[in-house]
């Protein structure tokens, strides 16, 4: 059963990554990839027996370290991955053609964000689907009817893992740390955030009917 629900989870995973890049999931219909995970009733019904057998906690600690991977992998690298395509990009030395690069990297900055932020709360999701057992049957996962062998109980209280922090902490504390290590160059990150403050700060002082007579802030963009 161990064996079917960490199959199904890494398929859903494999789907979402592949929507991410705009390519279809391979070995998953669009049906299937729009169920939520756990919502299915045999995984549910795996899900349950892993619990009743005493293996929770460490099925969800199984499903962090998988969720880590991920970040570390894929959403991580297209984060800087949105930063190095700026930087390749063609310079223009004209003051609008300035302005309007600097603006480019404003809305770069708010898709990269926005990306990361979206894969976050899809894995927390599911995390936080099985920290909590909230799929069908999951409160009942110590019940007598779900399997002929004795339930075994496992302690009380949140999973922790790795710092001893609760899921969700650990995660997005995991996520900071990857961004940072990531940096193509010693503080990357925040030239690029205050560039963009920079830019945004200008653009709301000036307001929009000065947007295209400006010129450029001080920066690189």
């Known amino acids: 059963h161990w064996a079917i629900v960490a199959g199904a989870l890494l398929a859903d995973r494999e789907a979402f990554v592949a929507r991410l890049s705009g390519a279809p999931p391979t070995g998953t219909s669009d049906a299937q990839s729009s169920i939520p995970f756990g919502s299915d009733p045999a995984i549910a019904h795996s899900l349950t027996l892993v619990c009743h057998h005493g293996f929770h906690g460490l099925f969800v600690q199984w499903a962090f370290g998988e969720a880590s991977a991920r970040l570390k992998t894929v959403a991580v690298p297209r984060f800087w991955a949105a930063y190095d395509r700026l930087l390749e990009s063609e310079p223009d030395a004209?003051?609008?053609?300035r302005a309007a690069a600097q603006r480019r990297c404003v809305c770069a900055l708010m898709e990269a964000v926005s990306e990361l932020r979206a894969v976050a709360e899809s894995e927390l999701s599911i995390l936080?689907?099985?920290?909590a057992r909230e799929w069908p049957g999951g409160s009942n996962a110590g019940a007598s009817s779900v399997s002929a062998f004795p339930a075994r109980p496992e302690p009380p209280g949140h999973i922790r893992v790795g710092l001893g922090m609760e899921i969700s902490e650990e995660l997005l504390s995991l996520?900071?740390?990857?961004?940072?290590?990531?940096e193509p160059n010693p503080g990357a990150l925040e030239d690029w955030m205050a560039h963009c403050w920079r830019r945004l700060f200008v653009d709301a002082t000036r307001g929009a009917g000065g947007l295209a007579a400006d010129g450029p802030v001080g920066g690189a963009w």
């Open 94 to 97: 004209r003051p609008a053609g």
């Open 128 to 131: 936080r689907v099985l920290e």
């Open 175 to 182: 996520l900071q740390t990857l961004t940072a290590s990531a």
